[in-house]
């Protein structure tokens, strides 16, 4: 049973009594089964072997307050060194209904979920039910949801700021 905002207004005027008690014992918030229309995952580097530590600008690039910020507050060009400091993965979460039971999580059939994004190993980032979790590349599938991945950087002059990573530093993967 969902409760409604004008079930909850009658009921707290007293026009429906026993529905306050009723309704706040057996509610089911849906909305906190969805993720947020923008899922920001604070900290994640969103491959394998990707590390946060000195790159090298590939392409110049500037650098705003925030991700999706609008004041810019610097810039870096190619060649500099910088210092990866973190990073945001932005996601528009892709919604899946589950055809099979998903190993490791209490995923049944019929349940949806949500895509976040790309973890690294083959593995995915999901929501379940409020939760987040990780899922093999297999139960994704080809359903992937828009994703930036946002950097925050210093440059030797101290500067800090932050820009969207797209493919405009080198040195990002560890494994390189």
């Keep these: 049973m969902r ?4 079930a909850m207004a009658l009921a707290l005027s007293g026009f429906i009594p026993d529905l ?4 706040l014992a057996f509610a089911n918030d849906a909305a906190s089964d969805m993720p947020p229309v923008k899922f920001v995952d604070a900290g994640a580097c969103p491959f394998e072997c990707c590390t946060y530590r000195q790159w090298t600008v590939r392409d ?20 500099e060194t910088v210092q990866g400091l973190t990073g945001e993965v932005i996601s528009t979460p892709v919604a899946v209904r589950a055809d099979r039971e998903i190993p490791d999580t209490p995923i049944k059939p019929g349940d949806t979920f949500y895509v976040l ?10 929501w379940f039910r409020g939760e987040t979790m990780s899922v093999d590349q297999s ?38």
């Design 60 to 79: 110049s690039v500037r650098l705003l307050d925030r991700p999706n910020g609008t004041r810019v507050i610097g810039s870096a060009h190619k060649g």
């Design 3 to 6: 409760l409604t905002v004008r």
């Design 117 to 126: 994004h790309y973890e690294g190993e083959f593995e995915w980032k999901i």
């Design 139 to 176: 139960v994704v599938g080809d359903r992937q949801p828009k994703v930036e991945w946002w950097v925050k950087i210093r440059k030797r002059d101290g500067v800090v700021g932050w820009t969207l990573s797209n493919r405009h530093f080198l040195h990002q993967d560890a494994c390189e």
């Design 20 to 23: 306050a008690i009723c309704s």
